[in-house]
């Protein structure tokens, strides 16, 4: 069974920041791209970043670029999203999604974890 | 980046009603066009994929349509677990894109 579990959420204040995880289980972590994915209180979703299988290529939305930076270690089957300056419109749940095609088809979910971004 | 924009943002329907969710893309997006079901306090959950491909283990009520710019999603008989929001979202380009999203509510 595939599996998605995030962690590393919490409350941080703006300019701070926060790494977050994605432990995957259940497929060949290594064989996958994989994205980040964003929906703040009440919003929809909104794509963030993105890793290829071997972490040799990344994207990022503008919103966030020079501030997060996705990376896995597929040793430990794991992606992680280091998010820096934090503002308060990072305000979120971020969900991790594995992509099915490599072309940003999200066939699997975590169960998403909050960031709060305030003083 | 493609702007996705959906319609209606929300309705209100009975079990039973067929329901009709439109989602146009500001340019053409071929078939590469997905849909996401979303719960309260929940995950999305993909539904259909490449625009009318049913993803493994999604009912057949779901089914999807289009090419180009404008898509469809149709549930054939509202049942009562598919109250919720769904989202149309384009792979295409890069970024990857979402639209607003529309909330199915019970009437």
């Known amino acids: 069974e595939v599996q998605l579990v995030e962690s590393g959420g919490g409350l941080v204040q703006p300019g701070g920041s926060l790494r977050l995880s994605c432990a995957a289980s259940?497929?060949?972590?290594?064989?996958?791209?994989m994205h980040w994915v964003r929906q703040a209180p009440g919003k929809g979703l909104v794509w963030v970043s993105r890793?290829?299988?071997?972490?040799?290529?990344?994207s990022y939305a503008d919103s966030v670029k020079g501030r997060f930076t996705i990376s896995r270690d597929n040793a430990k089957n794991t992606l992680y999203l280091q998010m820096n300056s934090l503002r308060a419109e990072d305000t979120a749940v971020y969900y991790c999604?594995?992509?099915?095609?490599?072309?940003?088809?999200?066939?699997?979910w975590g169960q998403g974890t909050l960031v709060t971004v305030s003083s | 980046d493609i702007q996705m924009t959906q319609s209606p943002s929300s309705l209100s329907a009975s079990v039973g009603d067929r329901v009709t969710i439109t989602c146009r893309a500001s340019?053409?997006?071929?078939?590469?066009l997905n849909w996401y079901q979303q719960k309260p306090g929940k995950a999305p959950k993909l539904l259909i994929y490449?625009?009318?491909s049913l993803q493994t283990g999604v009912p057949s009520r779901f089914s999807g349509s289009g090419s180009g710019t404008d898509f469809t999603l149709t549930i054939s008989s509202l049942q009562p677990e598919d109250f919720a929001t769904y989202y149309c979202?384009?792979?295409?380009?890069?970024?990857?894109?979402f639209g607003g999203g529309t909330k199915v509510e019970i009437k």
């Open positions: 999604a594995r992509d099915s095609s490599s072309w940003g088809t999200f066939d699997y």
């Open positions: 259940g497929f060949i972590f290594s064989r996958y791209w």
């Open positions: 890793i290829n299988s071997d972490g040799s290529s990344t």
């Open positions: 340019q053409s997006i071929s078939s590469y």
């Open positions: 490449a625009a009318s």
């Open positions: 979202q384009e792979s295409y380009s890069a970024p990857p894109t």
